[in-house]
């Protein structure tokens, strides 16, 4: 009992010493008469506002559609210029390997033939060599010999003038002193 003597003594202190009970109560009263039709023109305001904002997104979108066929034709016509112009890259590298298989052909062809003089520059240096070294040594011998037989024609020459012997004899006869 105590317990619900504190709690009355609260309540009490609060206002009062009955629970408080709130009624509300509606009023209710005529509307005037302007309201009603105001309310069904506004409403079909509204409506027309609805139907010119779908009329509107309906226009947008047929517009939208068009420009979606052009950009999807002008794509279509992109992807065949990019197919073409692959197949055509394709084309020109498949050429360049072509080239790049011709052009090693033709140096290794340019480097053989290159080794191949070499090969008969290198002979052909020797042999001159060996000619060289021939004809050097033919030189010494004609050398040799042409010297001794202009010491030999020399000697004959002495002893021609000399008169020492036959011809000296018959030239002292044909000759006359001087």
Do not use: P
């Given at each position: 009992m105590g317990s619900q003597?504190?709690?009355?003594?609260?309540?009490?202190?609060?206002g009062g010493g009955y629970p408080m009970m709130a009624l509300a109560l509606v009023q209710v009263s005529a509307s005037p008469e302007w309201v009603g039709p105001t309310m069904a023109i506004s409403l079909?305001?509204?409506?027309?506002?609805f139907v010119g904002i779908a009329l509107a997104l309906a226009?947008?979108?047929?517009?939208?559609?068009?420009?979606?066929?052009?950009?999807?034709?002008?794509?279509?016509?992109?992807?065949d210029d990019i197919a073409r112009t692959l197949k055509a890259v394709r084309r020109l590298t498949e050429q360049g390997q072509d080239v790049m298989v011709v052009v090693r052909q033709e140096t290794g062809a340019f480097a053989q033939t290159g080794r191949r003089l070499r090969r008969k520059l290198v002979r052909a240096a020797d042999r001159v060599e060996v000619k060289l070294e021939e004809l050097e040594t033919l030189y010494d011998v004609v050398h040799d010999e042409v010297e001794g037989t202009a010491l030999d024609v020399a000697a004959a020459l002495?002893?021609?003038?000399?008169?020492?012997g036959m011809i000296g004899r018959v030239r002292r006869l044909l000759v006359p002193s001087r």
């Open positions: 003597r504190t709690r009355s003594l609260a309540f009490e202190q609060r079909a305001v509204m409506a027309l506002s226009i947008a979108a047929l517009k939208l559609t068009g420009q979606v066929k052009k950009v999807g034709t002008l794509v279509d016509g992109l992807q002495r002893s021609v003038r000399r008169g020492n």
